[in-house]
């Protein structure tokens, strides 16, 4: 037979009844107990030297009347039989708890099978007493936070959603409570991402109209990069919010619900008293639709701990202690991990940044932040460039970034090209200036960088010999000029010709007279003045 207790006020009528003369059988039907019962504490009450028509009993009195009142059977001659039962079986039962960790219940279906007829009840008690389970663990009521000290938030999967063109998604809950007042806000989102969540937490902060000094988070990822117990390392993300609004993040430990009761039961709260049988078109209905919920449902409700309204509370003694909010939108920043290319560039956002190759050669690793209107990056904390940002496929080059020797090239511009030359030698500049000659100078480009480098590798005094030789026989080519180079052709001197030797060029030279014809017309005509005559000329 289940225990029955038997509270001090039914006592105390027990004993009340009988003093003004009432029968046991009439006191038992009047309070709804055993006549055994009402016997057994009258009995006791006489002997604690009550008596009948007397003075009420004192409080010594009550107290050993209340000893009377203790649970299970007066002596242990019924359960030492079930005891003994059991303790045949308990190794077994220990291995099954703590080898096997079945639960309780399945020991009693696995005991029932083995013809071990005892309730779960008396199974619980042999357990405990037996110390074969954890003892519970008491616990204590932390002390309650000051107003506008400290927010809780949490996720959680509220269902799916459909919306008006017939897609259906997964939405979740993020759940933001004020301990002080139980004043929540909920805004529905689809990802936990960092900007998903910090517009929600914004969104919360407009309607608090203020931010509190400390916020327990939940560990997602976004948040918090490394989930360690003692030394949990938030983003560089987040952080940065964090000091932006001047709060600190303090991230609850993973599978500890009691490092933020208040807000834990707040999701299953918001689930079922808002969004079963709610009707939403689309993600932004929801939104709308939850914050009119938690100002006047959810903050006008009678709540199960406070017995408050934690709406009112919360305008009479929180929202003043409450840090000012501006209002003003935060820009979410990326933040990124990037190595810098064999080109000095980064690629961060799908969009390449040039970067120092002084400071940042390649190899290095930096640190990126963007923005929608700046590109920082840092190397070891220290800012090394910023550019403007660039939508994905874009590039942002500044010249200055590439090594000296890389420039012309990498800009396509034969001046500079045509300027270094000119340090090298007159000649090595003529050439250079004839070597860009024409509509498409960059094309030979390389050619130019390939004439610089014949510097560094024959001396800038040999190559300006070399292209002074090269520019006498009118040959502009940079292969040909390494060639001079290589067979020292430069050096050379160029032979002069004999001084009897009519040069080919003058060999069948005339004078200017021989094609004067008026000259000859004359000699024609005057034969007497020593000219020849006619005849002979014919």
Known sequence: ????????????????????????????????????????????????????????????????????????????????????????????????????????????????????????????????????????????????????????????????????????????????????SRHSFVWPLYRQTLEEVITGLEAAWRFFRGVPRRLILDNFPAAVAGPDSLEPRPTRGFLEYSQARGLLADPARVRHP??????????????????????????????????????????????????KLPFEVFLAEEQMHLQAYDGVVYEVPLWREAKVHLDHHISFAQALYSLPSTTCPPGTKVEVRGDSGLVRIYRKGELVKAHVRRPPGGRATDAADYPTEKTPYALRSSDRIVQQARELGASVASFAEQLFEGPLPWAKLRQGQKLLRLAEKYSAARLDAACAHSLAHELVDVRRLERILVLALEKRAEPSPPADVVPLSARFARPGSAFDHRRRHRMRASPGQGCLPLEMLT
């Open 258 to 307: 009691k490092d933020k009761p208040h807000v834990e039961r707040g999701v299953q709260y918001t689930r079922e008293r808002f969004f079963k049988g709610g009707s939403f078109r689309d993600l932004d209905d929801m939104r709308l639709q939850a914050e009119r919920w938690c100002r006047d449902v959810a903050g006008l409700r009678v709540h199960g701990t406070t017995r």
């Open 1 to 180: 037979m289940a225990y029955r207790e038997v509270y001090r006020v039914q006592i105390l009528e027990v004993v009340r009844r009988w003093q003004l003369g009432e029968s046991r059988r009439s006191v038992a039907r009047a309070t709804g107990l055993s006549r055994n019962t009402v016997e057994k504490y009258v009995r006791a009450a006489v002997a604690a030297g009550v008596g009948q028509g007397g003075s009420p009993p004192g409080e010594e009195v009550v107290a050993s009347l209340l000893g009377q009142n203790q649970p299970g059977p007066t002596s242990g001659v019924a359960a030492a039989p079930l005891a003994a039962m059991l303790e045949v079986h308990r190794e077994q039962i220990a291995d099954w708890l703590s080898q096997e960790h079945l639960q309780l219940t399945r020991v009693h279906e696995l005991l029932l099978q083995q013809g071990v007829r005892v309730s779960y009840t008396t199974l619980r008690r042999f357990v405990r007493q037996a110390g074969l389970a954890k003892a519970a663990r008491s616990t204590v009521r932390m002390a309650e936070w000051p107003p506008g000290e400290v927010a809780e938030m949490d996720f959680g999967r509220l269902g799916l959603l459909t919306e008006v063109s017939g897609k259906r998604r997964a939405v979740w809950a993020l759940v933001v409570v004020l301990p002080y």
